[in-house]
């Protein structure tokens, strides 16, 4: 692994630990020239699952754009690190256990917002306001309705 600050590709592992619903391993590494500390991640890649956007587009399936669509929503919120790996993790481990060739980002979509509902009520309303193009104020209002 080629540490981020010199370049050297000389480091060792200080911890590793399982993440992500034990479908990942996050490791700390200390470059062995600068002594750099920094984090890696090490899963599985499935090159076979397609996400079908709204638009008809076809690319593959990305656990880290889901994490960063859960971040974005928890910006802010009183959720940690942990549970946002946690929640992609159980997310990710979902659909590529249900789905083998396909996916629509829609039924990504309903799983997020599924699982934010139990974590976070703001963060829900934050991925659905963006997720289901929210119109103006009443589509919020009628959206927090509901929660109740």
Same mark, same amino acid.
């Given at each position: ?10 480091? *060792? !592992? #200080?911890?590793?630990?399982? $993440? @992500?619903? &034990? ?5 700390? /590494? ?19 699952? *397609? !996400? #079908?956007?709204?638009?008809? $587009? @076809?690319? &593959? ?5 889901? /994490? ?29 256990? &249900? ?36 119109? &103006? ?12």
């Amino acid at each position: 692994m080629r540490c981020p600050v010199c370049g050297c590709l000389e480091d *060792k !592992v #200080i911890d590793s630990r399982s $993440v @992500r619903d &034990d479908s990942a391993v996050r490791r700390r /590494r200390e470059c062995l020239k600068c002594t750099h500390r920094f984090t890696t991640y090490e899963s599985i890649i499935n090159d076979t699952l *397609k !996400v #079908i956007k709204r638009n008809g $587009v @076809r690319e &593959d399936f990305d656990p880290e754009k889901l /994490r960063r669509g859960i971040v974005n929503a928890c910006y802010n919120r009183p959720v940690t690190g942990d549970d946002i790996d946690r929640v992609t993790g159980l997310i990710a481990a979902s659909i590529l256990r &249900d789905f083998d060739k396909e996916i629509t980002s829609s039924e990504i979509g309903n799983r997020v917002m599924a699982a934010l509902k139990e974590v976070d009520q703001v963060a829900y309303v934050r991925f659905a306001s963006v997720y289901r193009k929210f119109k &103006d104020v009443e589509e919020f209002i009628a959206e927090i309705r509901a929660l109740k």
